[in-house]
């Protein structure tokens, strides 16, 4: 199976499919596209197509233009502006969109249409510049999104797949670290043996030429691993990427994604930092996600919840904050009118917090229960206005309890924590409650959560000379804090 933009094609059995559909082709054009695949990037004859194609049976060189003719409307490619099939005057064909051998399915997604996500004009604006910094200026571009669980981070790597799809030049490449991962690098690894996998003439060569230590490490996971502590080894194994990202991207342009950075070890952080200081003279996009609390457990001798250190000199993310109201209204008018956006936009966004997962989740489950429903005149709201706020409130519940299983040990206890020691509380309380030693350490960490999730704000800022440090908050979203103090095994002292 061949994989170039949206398309797969199946050399065996000659079909080429979009998503979940078969493209029509007749048995000769497939055969064309087999052998343009084949010889990917390369200009193919004429007399090698006809001998491929027809082989021993003489025919005209105009039945090539034929299939050609039939292989770009099958692909909707355009003969003066070429994203697939290419002429080359006097000469033959070239198939000029990256061709990979394995799928990056966590991106592509299963094939079938789905609905709208919710746009950031910001977010767009930073995948845009960057885009076009590496296929156009051949400068190489970092972007990394910061984000708490259901913030939209994976919907952010989707769209940028999406978004560079437009290019069926462009390659990706896509790892990704999870909660169980327990070697050092899992998200660079899974992306390293991903373009191995999918670009085995391309990329395979220059990673075991130019980054053999990590080579090694793909056929045996404890080459690094016994390696990875040593200081000097970050900038080893930094310095090697970067001579890989160097010579993979000089011709070709890269799409290097890495997603979930938080569930992995301090390393790849540093490593990430490196290979953002250097000016790489290549055609790459490296793209990195993570949530601002690191994976680790607090230790036993009552170690304070922090946020993660992600953030080293050279990396300045992009933070996906919760949704204002406003950005509520567009997805939904986008997705049902405006009809509909005008009735759900408010009490939506009020249920959610802005919680970009919520939202969806909110949304999904009024379609489901057929509250929201498609007719002839569109999308209608299918309840008496005034049941909207009971409805929108009884599913915002579920999907808080939803988006409270996306969220790491730190956040869930510090929420917890707070919730427990009732809707006003105080940094001191709550260290209390957890066993913490120094609670001025938490500050920071309850600062953070509600600029990400803003469901309690700061009451009681500290006098004194330098900044402001808030000691006291509040809740403000009921259900939230209903559903914390409920999950919540802590017990008030």
Request: proline share 7%; net charge neutral.
């Amino acid at each position: 199976m061949k994989y170039f933009s949206h398309f797969r094609f199946d050399r065996s059995e000659r079909k080429l499919w979009l998503g979940p559909d078969i493209v029509p082709l007749t048995r000769k054009a497939a055969d064309l596209l087999a052998v343009l695949i084949q010889e990917a990037g390369a200009t193919v004859s004429h007399q090698k197509i006809l001998d491929t194609v027809w082989p021993g049976t003489h025919v005209q060189q105009d039945n090539i233009k034929v299939l050609v003719h039939e292989l770009r409307h099958a692909l909707a490619d355009n003969p003066d502006a070429p994203r697939y099939v290419q002429s080359e005057a006097g000469r033959g064909y070239s198939f000029v969109a990256a061709v990979a051998d394995a799928p990056c399915p966590m991106l592509e997604g299963s094939g079938h249409s789905h609905p709208p996500s919710i746009a950031r004009d910001y977010v767009m604006t930073a995948i845009d510049g960057a885009l076009d910094a590496a296929l156009n200026r051949r400068e190489a571009a970092h972007l990394y999104f910061e984000g708490i669980a259901g913030s939209g981070k994976t919907t952010v790597c989707q769209e940028l797949y999406r978004r560079a799809s437009r290019w069926p030049s462009v390659r990706v490449a896509y790892g990704r670290a999870h909660r169980t991962s327990t070697e050092p690098f899992p998200a660079i690894v899974a992306l390293l043996e991903r373009l191995v996998a999918r670009y085995p003439r391309e990329a395979a060569p220059v990673v075991e030429r130019r980054a053999p230590t990590w080579f090694a490490h793909l056929t045996n996971r404890g080459t690094i691993v016994d390696q990875y502590p040593i200081a000097e080894n970050a900038a080893k194994l930094a310095f090697e990427l970067v001579d890989t990202f160097v010579e993979i991207g000089q011709h070709e342009p890269f799409v290097l994604i890495l997603e979930d950075l938080h569930w992995t070890q301090t390393p790849s952080l540093d490593i990430l930092s490196m290979l953002a200081a250097e000016a790489i003279p290549s055609r790459i996009v490296v793209v990195a996600t993570y949530a601002p609390f690191a994976s680790h457990a607090p230790g036993v001798d009552g170690a304070p919840v922090l946020p993660a250190p992600i953030l080293r000199s050279h990396l300045a993310p992009v933070q996906l904050l919760p949704l204002p109201e406003a950005t509520v209204w567009d997805y939904l008018e986008r997705r049902f009118g405006s009809l509909c956006a005008d009735a759900l936009a408010g009490p939506i966004h009020a249920g959610s917090a802005g919680h970009a997962a919520s939202v969806t989740r909110i949304v999904d489950s009024l379609v489901a229960a057929g509250f929201l429903r498609h007719g002839v005149s569109g999308w209608n709201l299918n309840v008496p206005l005034k049941r909207v706020h009971g409805l929108i409130a009884d599913r915002a519940t579920d999907a808080i309890r939803t988006a409270l299983d996306g969220f790491g040990p730190e956040e869930l206890r510090l929420l917890q924590g707070a919730a427990c020691v009732g809707w006003k509380f105080d940094t001191d309380s709550v260290a209390q409650l957890l066993g913490i030693e120094h609670p001025a350490a938490l500050r920071h960490g309850f600062e953070v959560l509600a600029t990400h999730l803003p469901i309690f704000e700061r009451t009681a800022p500290a006098p004194g000379r330098g900044p402001i440090l808030a000691t006291g908050f509040r809740f403000l979203h009921r259900q939230w804090f209903d559903v914390l103090r409920a999950q919540s095994t802590l017990t008030t002292v």
